[in-house]
């Protein structure tokens, strides 16, 4: 099994590569549309993400939040269950950890791990309900997720002005003390006051986790069975609805672990009214990391770059960031058709052979 | 004498092996000709290259004299040459007239001319005796009937030329008999036809001449009632094979399994098992004999655990495991060969060697303290994969999926054997596999029960049962008719009892 994880995750790579070239490729045509020269460009879009120390912080402070929900989207993948509910389990794990940030008085030390639990225990709970529904009654998880995004953000929209409201605004919290915050003062320095944090170290420490209960754990290999043939699983007399409900738990609690690096890492407070899309980009992550958990990781890094440089390429020359959004795009329609991508690199080689 | 396909010399190779290796196939208008060969033996790869799916790497066709190229299906069809696939490709919720007109579809200015293209399916299943009704939905027809659809699909296009691929697979013996006799009107109104198929029985009962394939390269053809249905195995296999399993007196000891009064729903909420009883001994196999859908899959499910038991009692030496999970069942001592490999047999995305501990995965040693061991599960399954004769291009670490149909059979059994049950229950342990599986996979389960195990063989194939089992049970309409010895019974007897009529009432 060794050689398998080698063997599918090298084509998954030449895939996942091909389709970031086509995406920058069909990019360079938009700005070469927008008047623009597309090497300048592109030079100025990682540039803006890798020119100094502060900016490649800031792009891995981007990126955090990023591998976290993509890491939660390919879990559930990979057993099966599609989870479209990342942006609300961020959004009530990012809560949780806020609200506990806020409301005790207690040392750093004490406090983030917390903050942490909470973060976790609020994004799990918040997929073990569609978990359950879909174990119990079969109810689609897309659908479940959906109302479950949307049932968080109405609480937090209550919530937080009711409870922790900010010192000017009614639509933010207030501001969570140092104490309270994943930024730290020797990371801070070692990136020149970039506000990269203790998160990037947690969303790395996921990704191994995952990996390794994935790849060499009794209860990874449950959960790919269950994934893979629910069917063969139930025969096997495997679990298959504790299974989904675990799963949509795990799930759930990365997705939560990455709404806390965004309200109490890279952020210091909480909006009302928003749904953070890194819920939702997740997905795309997941997808070009062909549902693996380093895979993602690469992914999220590589579109945490494109959303930190989009700022400077815009301010340098006149190319609108909505160019970086769209070039992101491009290579969620390059990934997610990544069967085209398979059949172009076995039509090439199958012709190299042929003569 | 006038051939419609030749194809000579053809070679195809894919990485790693030569599918088909210089082999010739000659088709004469008008003839039944069997391609025969083992799982694996590349009669598929021919016959795609002869629909256009694959192209040869060498060699030539020739359609009526003229040589071609088949680059696609679609120039196949021009070429009248259809093919009737043995997992149909139809839409369930059209009528059949929808499913045979789909891609051909007759207009009338703007609107689809439903009407004539009905009568026309009308006339060609009167002119074939396919008896097939254009208005009725996919969904509410046979599997039989499904694939006399596929054939009228064919015809619909002007087909001269018509692929079977193993097209008994999923008939029932009486719907084989009906196909055997559409394929003779078939070529009597001046159809060819090529029959893919592995079952000597079948090819004694209708084909003219027989092309033998062994490991991709051509045997020979011969005429097919010229040769006995011995001498053809034997080409196929590549050494003498017997059809009589060669086994001695049972010897029963204690009972193992003991049905008591056992009714089950099925899927349609109805009792698809009623008050069936039963008791399978050490040493001895019980095989079970009906026609498909007759309760044998709800009495294994309610012995495995798969379904909910609505009463009655199942008791494993003498224990009472009738509200036991599924795996405490596989714990207690049942291993199942289930009816569907693809289905619950195997996860296909898994390796062999993950498939091989997909019920021991979590017992020591192939797991320790939830982590598994990656070195004792590849031994187990280089264990199983030897004694068992499963062959991959990978080994052990090969994909599920890429094995042939008989390979994930011989995995399955050698996974089942291999935990060593008192109970082994083999649902259609041979189905869709070539004679020198077949008697391999018997010789497996006499050698259980030899063994002093309890063995339960579910087939839908009478010879098998006849030949197999010491005792028989027959089930019709999810009642138990009777149970006979297999020594003191014959197949009309047996078949007898299937169709519902108990002993001593006919007559």
């Known amino acids: ?355 | 004498m006038e051939y419609v396909v030749e194809m000579l010399n053809i070679r195809k190779e894919f990485p790693g092996i030569i599918a088909n290796d210089n082999i010739s196939l000659e088709l004469k208008k008008g003839e039944i000709h069997a391609l025969m060969g083992e799982n694996g033996a590349g009669k598929s790869t021919l016959m795609s290259i002869l629909f256009g799916l694959y192209q040869p790497d060498n060699g030539s066709i020739r359609i009526k004299g003229k040589e071609v190229r088949i680059s696609n299906p679609n120039v196949a069809n021009d070429l009248g040459i259809g093919m009737v696939h043995q997992h149909f490709k139809l839409v369930h919720n059209f009528t059949i007239t929808e499913n045979i007109i789909l891609g051909i579809e007759p207009k009338k200015g703007l609107t689809l001319d439903l009407k004539s293209a009905a009568e026309r399916i009308r006339l060609l299943s009167e002119q074939y005796g396919l008896n097939v009704d254009p208005y009725e939905k996919i969904e509410n027809v046979s599997v039989g009937m499904q694939q006399r659809v596929e054939i009228i699909k064919m015809l619909y296009r002007n087909a001269e030329v018509l692929i079977f691929d193993e097209p008994t697979a999923v008939l029932t013996p009486h719907e084989i008999l009906d196909l055997m006799k559409i394929m003779k009107n078939l070529v009597a109104e001046g159809k060819s036809i090529i029959l893919i198929t592995h079952k000597l029985k079948e090819i004694k009962a209708v084909a003219d001449r027989c092309t033998v394939i062994r490991r991709g390269k051509l045997v020979g053809t011969v005429d097919v009632a010229a040769t006995s249905e011995a001498r053809m195995a034997e080409m196929m296999v590549g050494r003498q094979v017997s059809f009589q399993v060669d086994k001695s007196e049972s010897k029963p000891g204690e009972i193992i399994l003991q049905v008591e009064n056992l009714s089950v729903l099925n899927h349609r909420k109805v009792l698809g098992l009623k008050g069936c009883s039963l008791d399978v001994r050490s040493g001895e196999i019980l095989g079970i004999a009906g026609v498909e859908g007759n309760g044998q899959t709800e009495l294994v499910e309610a012995i495995t655990g798969l379904t909910r038991i609505e009463s009655g009692k199942v008791l494993l030496k003498e224990q009472d495991i009738t509200h036991l999970l599924i795996r405490e069942r596989i714990e207690a001592g049942i291993a199942h060969i289930p009816e569907d490999r693809q289905k619950r047999g195997l996860v296909l995305d898994y390796t062999i060697e993950e498939n091989m501990v997909l019920e021991v995965y979590d017992r020591v040693p192939f797991s320790n303290k939830g982590l598994l061991d990656r070195d004792a599960i590849r031994n187990y399954t280089d264990k199983i994969m030897k004694n068992f004769d499963v062959r991959a291009g990978e080994g052990a670490e090969s994909f599920a999926r890429t094995l042939s149909g008989g390979n994930q059979q011989k995995a399955i059994v050698g996974r089942e054997v291999e935990l060593n049950p008192e109970l082994l229950i083999a649902v259609q342990p041979t189905r869709g596999l070539d004679v020198g599986s077949i008697e391999y996979i018997h010789k497996r389960l006499v050698e259980q029960r030899d063994k002093g195990k309890a063995v339960l063989l579910v087939s839908l194939e009478l010879d098998e049962i006849l030949n197999v089992s010491d005792r028989i049970a027959i089930v019709s309409n999810g009642e138990l008719i009777g149970i006979v010895n297999a020594a003191e019974t014959n197949e009309n007897e047996v078949g007898l009892m299937m169709a519902g009529v108990r002993k001593g009432e006919s007559n």
């Open chain 1, 1 to 355: 099994m060794k050689l398998q994880f080698k063997k599918g995750s090298a084509k998954s790579a030449v895939v996942a590569f091909l389709a970031v070239i086509f995406g920058l490729l069909a990019g360079a045509l938009l700005i070469a549309v927008t008047g623009s020269d597309p090497f300048t460009g592109y030079a100025y879009l990682f540039k803006g993400g890798l020119m100094s120390t502060e900016r490649i912080g800031d792009t891995l402070a981007t990126s955090t939040p990023l591998i976290l929900s993509g890491l939660s989207v390919a879990f559930a993948f990979k057993t099966g269950l599609f989870n479209i509910g990342a942006s609300g389990q961020m959004l009530m794990g990012g809560f949780c950890a806020t609200a506990v940030g806020l409301t005790l008085p207690l040392p750093f030390i004490i406090l983030l791990p917390l903050e942490i639990l909470a973060a976790i225990m609020g994004g799990a709970i918040w997929a073990v309900v569609p978990g359950f529904m879909k174990a119990r009654f079969n109810v689609h998880e897309v659908v479940s997720t959906i109302m479950m995004n949307w049932i968080s953000y109405w609480i937090i929209y209550y919530a937080v002005p009711a409870y922790f409201k900010g010192q000017f605004l009614e639509t933010e919290s207030r501001a969570i003390p140092d104490a309270a915050s994943m930024k730290v003062n020797w990371l801070t320095h070692l990136f020149d006051g970039s506000f990269v944090n203790l998160g990037l170290f947690l969303a790395i420490a996921a990704v191994m986790i995952i990996a390794f209960i994935l790849n060499r754990t009794v209860m990874g290999y449950e959960l790919k069975a269950v994934g893979y043939n629910r069917f063969a699983a139930e025969y096997a007399g495997i679990n298959v609805n504790r299974n989904i409900v675990l799963s949509m738990m795990i799930a759930g609690a990365l997705a939560g672990l990455g709404g806390a690096t965004m309200y109490i890492g890279n952020a210091s407070n909480i909006q009302i009214g928003i749904l953070p899309s890194q819920g939702f980009d997740g997905i795309a992550v997941a997808l070009l990391g062909a549902n693996s958990p380093l895979g993602s990781m690469f992914a999220a890094l590589f579109f945490g770059l494109l959303y930190s440089g989009k700022g400077f390429m815009n301010a340098m020359i006149q190319i609108p960031p909505e160019i970086a959004d769209t070039i992101i795009a491009t290579i969620i329609y390059f990934a997610a058709t990544s069967v085209l991508i398979e059949r172009l690199v076995n039509m090439l080689r199958f012709r190299k052979r042929g003569q």
